[in-house]
Nanobody
Framework: VQLQASGGGLVQAGGSLRLSCVVS????????MGWFRQAPGKEREFVAA????????KYAESAKGRFTISRDNAKNTVYLQMSSLKPEDTAVYYC??????????WGKGTQVTVSS
């Protein structure tokens, strides 16, 4: 499974960004897709996840009400719509795929910077 994330950038506080992650390879083995982030000097943390089959979603408390994860199975793409962004959302965002074999795959991160 290969993952290609895009959509990061610089935005002012209160603004919005949409991240995309295209999945390729053995996509049939993917059970969950998710987004994680890592801020400078901090550990990588969970942001949101979606079941690839039924669309069930889960969010970190920090993301609830502001971020929306979605998928387009036909395009093998998962999205993270981020709104009301805060400076503390600044981080490198990573796309994750969790397979039926309990293997985690990671894409290269995309930088999100929120200015105050």
């Amino acid at each position: 499974v290969q993952l290609q994330a895009s959509g990061g950038g610089l935005v002012q506080a209160g603004g919005s960004l949409r991240l995309s992650c295209v999945v390729s390879g053995r996509t049939a083995s993917v059970v969950f897709m998710g987004w994680f982030r890592q801020a400078p000097g901090k550990e990588r943390e969970f942001v949101a996840a979606i079941n690839w089959s039924d669309g069930f979603t889960k969010y970190a408390e920090s993301a609830k009400g502001r971020f929306t994860i979605s998928r387009d199975n036909a395009k093998n793409t998962v999205y993270l719509q981020m709104s009301s962004l805060k400076p503390e959302d600044t981080a490198v965002y990573y796309c994750n795929a969790h397979s039926v074999m309990r293997t985690d795959y990671w894409g290269k991160g995309t930088q999100v910077t929120v200015s105050s």
